[in-house]
């Protein structure tokens, strides 16, 4: 069975420092792997993919993540935090099903806090 | 254009009562996903659809969960004798046929008294 595990609960960095966030996955075969951002009130919304091809991907708002299949990570960063980044975080892995769809598992989330 | 929009935002409902939540996706998603959060976790799977055929309902948790999704747009995830356990936050996602993009809507806060 797949899994997520994102091993850090609450991260705080102060704005202007680069940002590591951790995901590891459990997966029989090449996995997809997602980042998506939930802001308070906010529906998730998909940072960034990776499908195939080149390990480092970049996404929305100047978030990068890259694919490790030696090391089962796909870690999440960013160079330069914005205060406008304090959200949870979440990774998740999904194959994609018979017919077509993408059933996902998502890690527990990290929340970031951004000190001014 | 517009996204994924779900209703009601919020619900308060006491033990025993059955709820429905509505779900409806982006226009010209066949695909259509419920999912369940729970404080401090991250969003579990329990149904899916394909237009209107519920192609994978593995995650619902018992059989007071039901999903459906008449014709092939708007779905309707309905808990019958809702129980304390069934706070949470209830997330529909859609996404075009073989799309492994998903685009979540706000959720319901479902809360049980």
């Known amino acids: 069975a797949q899994s997520v595990t994102q091993p850090d609960i609450h991260i705080t960095v102060s704005e202007g420092a680069s940002l590591e966030l951790r995901c590891n996955y459990s997966?029989?075969?090449?996995?997809?792997l997602f980042w998506y951002v939930q802001s308070p009130g906010q529906g998730l919304q998909l940072l960034l993919k990776?499908?195939?091809?080149?390990?480092l991907v970049q996404g929305i708002k100047g978030f990068e993540a890259e694919f490790k299949r030696s090391q089962s990570s796909f870690n999440l960063r960013k160079p330069s935090v914005h205060w406008s980044d304090a959200a949870e975080y979440f990774c998740?892995?999904?194959?994609?099903?018979?017919?077509?769809?993408?059933?996902?598992?998502f890690g527990t989330g990290t929340q970031l806090k951004v000190e001014l | 254009g517009a996204g994924v929009s779900q209703s009601p935002r919020y619900k308060v409902t006491k033990r025993g009562q059955d709820v429905a939540l509505r779900c409806d996706p982006i226009?010209?998603?066949?695909?259509l996903y419920w999912y369940r959060q729970a404080l401090g976790q991250g969003p579990e799977f329990l149904t899916y659809?394909?237009?209107?055929?519920?192609?994978?309902k593995s995650g619902l948790p018992n059989d007071r969960f039901s999903a459906e999704r008449p014709e092939g747009s708007i779905s309707t995830l309905t808990i019958q004798r809702t129980e304390q356990r069934d706070s949470a936050m209830y997330r529909c996602?859609?996404?075009?046929?073989?799309?492994?993009?998903?685009?979540f809507g706000p959720g319901t806060r479902l809360t049980v008294t």
């Open positions: 997966y029989g075969a090449t996995p997809y």
């Open positions: 990776y499908f195939s091809g080149d390990t």
């Open positions: 996602a859609s996404s075009l046929e073989q799309g492994v993009e998903q685009y």
């Open positions: 226009s010209g998603h066949v695909s």
């Open positions: 659809f394909n237009y209107e055929a519920q192609q994978d």
């Open positions: 998740a892995v999904g194959p994609i099903l018979t017919g077509g769809g993408n059933k996902l598992t």
